[in-house]
């Protein structure tokens, strides 16, 4: 079945980037020009899916501004002449269906995907978390659609990450059944160093079916009162195959003060504007240091 929604949870603080995020919202804290959950939805857009479920939380409402029509830039860009930006704002708000569902608390990540049931209703579903930008020529989940044709369960995002920093990740045990894709066995959210049982990461891009959602309903909270994804995904393992692909593609946490760094210059490199001078001053910032 053809995937045709999209949930993008947006519902949550943003606490490790206070006191930026006191009054803006973390999904739109630009990488270069653009907020980072644009990124998401041209993502979305350029995969062909159709519709957009946005999680949203309060103070969250300036999300579902940025991506509206809005009259009195548009007339001002008129004004002044400025088609090219006004050609770049267009774009913007007709990139995607938008339905916007509050999280009334902000109870784990299982609860805010719960939230989009009645939107999505009984069909396959993508999830995309807005901290990981992924930059692909094919954009990651046009690549796990495409995987997704040919197999009957669910898909998650997988990637490679260095043996030291598996503790930072959900981790997949499993067997390697054709070129990118794995069977997962097992998950384990965030093991011991030293005890994880691979090297491949969830990243957040999944597609699910939408039995996730009764077993949602289910799933126990835990210790901080919250309803885990990872929780549900296990229980959904046993009722069917999950895979995981290991896509094609540069990610990078924009969720994490590190990761939003190293996106602003990645993204800022390839601007064609700012690329070139970019490129300068870090070149002559690495001479400086030396």
Known sequence: MKVKKAVIPAAGLGTRFLPATKVVPKELLPIVDKPSIQYIMEEVASAGIEEVILITGREKGSIEDHFDT?????????????RDLLKVVREISGMVTLVSVRQKEPLGLGHAILCAKKVVGNEPFAVLLGDDL????????????????????????????????????GIIKGKKVMDRVYSVDE??????????????????RYILPPRIFDILERVKPDRKGEIQLTDGLKELNREILIY???FIGDRYDAGDK?????ANLSFGLKHPEIGPKLKRFLKNLSLAVK
């Open 70 to 82: 809005s009259i009195e830039l548009e007339n001002h860009l008129i004004k002044k002449g400025r």
């Open 134 to 169: 992924i930059d692909a020529k094919v954009p990651c989940i046009r690549q796990m659609m495409d995987v997704y044709q040919n197999m009957d369960g669910a898909l998650v995002a997988i990637q490679k990450v260095p043996g030291a920093e598996t503790h930072l990740y």
């Open 187 to 204: 998950m384990v959210e965030k093991p011991e160093k030293g005890k994880a049982p691979s090297n491949l990461a969830i990243i957040g």
């Open 244 to 246: 995981g692909y290991e």
């Open 258 to 262: 590190f990761g939003f760094l190293q």
